[in-house]
């Protein structure tokens, strides 16, 4: 099971979205892979159409020790999608597990319990922050795909998420590398939105995707049919791009 | 000196592009304003033109009580606007004020040293999070603007926000009231946004500002030179929207 967190502490910048429809397209294309919503904020769950009062346990149980990770799988409307939904009580985490010693790699532990399953990919949504949850999916983690807008901000935090990369990898995860750095929001007509991304491939070369996705509303409406684009409209520009991004990943990995 | 909080726990919806041209433009209407960045993302310190490595103290050192707030304080292109900046570091609060009996009051506590300092208005840029940073803003503030982008994650996320809102309210600031809600990176062709809009208002009646702010790309590009829309491009639709917003926000407080 390869594992790639999907992670980025600027707020809004295309993370669910990502993560969401990168594993869908992933489903649709045969390989069994698992969506793990690491944020307080449930959207990936609310996302996949899951109500968030009809779950019985999520990943804050889990990772307090109190149910299995196996117990808390759901399906979804894919047969090979399968999720582990969160809740806004994932946020007393940070706080509750002060001064344990392996605070870091709860998620790490929970998830090399389920190899025997047989997901060939598991994503990790992550929350706008480089706190504890972030910490705990990146050390969990093979890989880190990075969503960007191509916008001031965006890019200025770059050099921060770079820098907790490299942290986590030299004290807890030294098997952890860039996946890559996917545009997103993409709207080729603003100056600045090709200025960013002259600049970021420029920089980052073969570390960022050669698939962009582009500003495409019905990727914003998708979710409030609780369901990923391509089962949503599957010929928008946005599934597209998710889909053409989900074959680029697997050909990298020797997967298509 | 009114202390207004800008807030929403959902990401990238428009909070640090609204404090800053809300304050700006308020500064441009004679009102002496402060902008205090509470996010270790520092967006409003370097939205500003500040940069980063030039600062030698900022909001974390005075929550850990190293520093007097007066003394952090700089100064902006505009006379009447000046910057509490924040940095990175401001991460480590979280943690290093477990247990410290009134950790979510540290904020309170120094904007009540300026209140000679002759202020009107006070506007604290919150993170992505509903973490202890945002509820230090919370407990130290008059009221909480919430910027709303019209989609539906942001409108999923409404209701955590008001509960926590309701919470700090009843354990930390009595006095802690909705100062409204504002639609931003409105796009009247969409669909999805009209129907946000039409949802919110209808719920919310008069909370929500009748000032709508649009997309509008040189809200975007200002960042990038360091200025709030107002002085990089005083005649866009974003500039126009934010000093429309200042104004609506005076004449609410018979300030007009
Ligand atoms: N390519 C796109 N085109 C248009 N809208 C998009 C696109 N990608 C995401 N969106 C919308 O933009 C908003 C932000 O995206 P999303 O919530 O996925 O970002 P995020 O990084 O997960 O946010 P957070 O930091 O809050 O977790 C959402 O309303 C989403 O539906
Ligand atoms: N009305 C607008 N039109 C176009 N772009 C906008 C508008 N408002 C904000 N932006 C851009 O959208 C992005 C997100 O806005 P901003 O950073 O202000 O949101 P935020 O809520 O402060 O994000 P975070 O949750 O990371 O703190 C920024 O790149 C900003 O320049
Ligand atoms: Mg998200
Ligand atoms: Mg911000």
Redesign the pocket.
């Known amino acids: 099971m390869r594992i790639i967190c999907v992670a ?1 502490q600027k ?8 993560a969401i429809n990168l594993a869908a397209s992933l489903a649709a294309a045969e390989r069994k892979t698992l969506l793990v919503d690491c ?1 307080p ?1 449930a ?1 990936a769950t609310s996302g996949m159409g899951i109500d968030g009062k009809t779950i019985r346990a999520h990943l804050y149980h889990v990772l307090l020790g109190r149910e299995k990770l196996k117990e808390v799988i759901l399906p979804t409307e894919m047969p090979l999608l399968s999720l582990v939904p969160s809740a806004p009580s994932l946020i007393g985490l940070e706080v509750e597990m002060v001064g344990h010693p392996s605070r870091e790699r709860l998620l790490a532990k929970s998830l090399r319990e389920i190899e025997d399953l047989g997901f060939r990919y598991a994503f990790l ?1 992550c ?2 922050s480089l706190g504890l949850l972030t910490v705990n999916a990146l050390t969990a983690s093979h890989s880190v795909l990075i ?1 960007l807008q191509c916008e001031y901000y965006a890019l200025e935090g770059l050099t921060n998420l770079l820098r907790t990369i490299r942290l986590v990898k030299a004290r807890l995860n030294p098997n952890l590398e860039l996946e890559g750095i996917v545009l ?2 993409f709207d080729g007509r603003m100056n600045l939105a090709r200025q960013v991304e002259a600049e970021v491939r420029g920089h980052f070369g073969k570390k960022v995707f050669d698939t962009v ?5 019905r ?2 409406e998708a ?1 409030s049919h609780g369901k990923p684009a391509i089962l949503y409209d599957i010929s928008c520009a ?1 599934s597209r791009a998710y889909l053409e991004l989900a074959w680029e990943l697997m050909r990298k990995h020797g997967d298509a």
Not at 11 to 18: A, I, L, R, Y
């Open positions: 980025n707020g809004g910048v295309g993370k669910t979205t990502t944020d904020q959207n949504d929350p706008p969503p997103t929001m996705i582009p500003r495409n509303v990727l914003a979710p946005g």
